[in-house]
């Protein structure tokens, strides 16, 4: 399952950089995440990241995103592989330019 943040977030700022998928962001009034992205941390650390730093513990898990754990492992590969295609053309664009 992703996990939700409640309105009681007091928009501290603290959990957006602690995500390991860059799956938070401001929303119109708070923080929110994107289930798209949220594994949870499952293939970057033992604990969701965010409900660690929060200091309002306003972060549960989301019930509307049922996921299992190998649901999960497969969207941390996938979001991986991604960045991984992210970074190589990044890198060959470079590599281009210096040539
Ligand atoms: S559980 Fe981990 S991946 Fe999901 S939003 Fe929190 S820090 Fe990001
Ligand atoms: S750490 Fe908690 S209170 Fe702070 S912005 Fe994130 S969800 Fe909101």
Known sequence: MSLKILDTCVNCDVCEPACPNKAIS??????VIDPS????????YD???CVEVC?????????QHTETHEQLELKYHH????AGDAAGAASGASAKDKA
């Open 26 to 31: 401001l929303g119109e009034e708070y923080y």
């Open 79 to 82: 979001l991986m592989a991604v």
């Open 47 to 49: 604990q969701p990241q």
């Open 55 to 63: 200091p309002v513990e306003c972060i549960i898990v989301d019930p």
């Open 37 to 44: 992205l949220c594994t949870e941390c499952i293939g970057h």
